[in-house]
Every structure is written in C-alpha cells, then in structure tokens.
C-alpha cells in the first residue's frame, strides 16, 4: 500500500484546507482510512477515520469544524477543515488500516501504512 498526501499550507485561523489522500497498491474500498497530527513535542495523535462503508468519527475538537470523506472510485480520502484555529497547527498524516471490523480504531497502532505528511499552518 502506498499513500500519498496533499493539501496542507498556511492559512489565517477562520480558513479552510482541504486535505487529499491518494491509496494505491490494494482494494481501497475494503480498507479503513484515517487522518492523524503531530505538533512540534507532541505525540501524533487521531483526527478523523472512515470505515469502508463511510461510517465516520473525529477527535472531539475537530469534531463540526473536519469532515472525512472517501470516493472508491477514486481511491482517494480526503478531509475538509473549516474554522482553523493555531491549534490545529501540525504535520497531517494520512493512514490505513485493514481488518479492524466494526471497533472504533484511534491508535497509531491501529494503522497499518502511512503516508509522508503534509504541513498545515493555522496563523493567529
């Protein structure tokens, strides 16, 4: 599986990004797709996943500001972030994970391949 991100950038706190994932190398629609962030010093840490049949969940301060989405036809999951804040300031990792049934999955451990990360900069 290979993943390839992109999307991030600066922007003023308010803006909006959208975030791009590209999933190649699998059945992509079989598999579950996640975002995650690493601040400067921090540990990486969920921000949204999507099940293969879209059933979608956030971290809670993201939660009515991110949206995930995925086409199958495209192999491609992206996230929406409205209302930036500079808290949500990090490196944005795209995910997948395989095998996970019904369970809710926010563990890094969880996710199996990874992509290279794309910057995003909340400016106050």
């Known amino acids: 599986v290979q993943l390839q991100a992109s999307g991030g950038g600066l922007v003023q706190a308010g803006g909006s990004l959208r975030l791009s994932c590209a999933f190649s190398?699998?059945?992509?629609?079989?598999?579950?797709m996640g975002w995650f962030r690493q601040a400067p010093g921090k540990d990486r840490e969920f921000v949204a996943a999507t099940t293969w049949i879209s059933e979608n969940y956030y971290l809670d301060s993201v939660k009515g500001r991110f949206t995930i989405s995925r086409d199958n036809a495209k192999n491609t999951v992206a996230l929406q972030m409205n209302s930036l804040k500079p808290e949500d300031t990090a490196v944005y990792y795209c995910?997948?994970?395989?095998?996970?049934?019904?369970?809710?999955?926010?563990?890094?451990?969880?996710?199996?391949?990874w992509g290279q990360g794309t910057q995003v900069t909340v400016s106050s």
């Open positions: 995910a997948a994970a395989y095998g996970l049934g019904s369970r809710t999955a926010k563990s890094v451990d969880d996710y199996a391949y």
């Open positions: 190398g699998r059945t992509f629609s079989s598999w579950r």
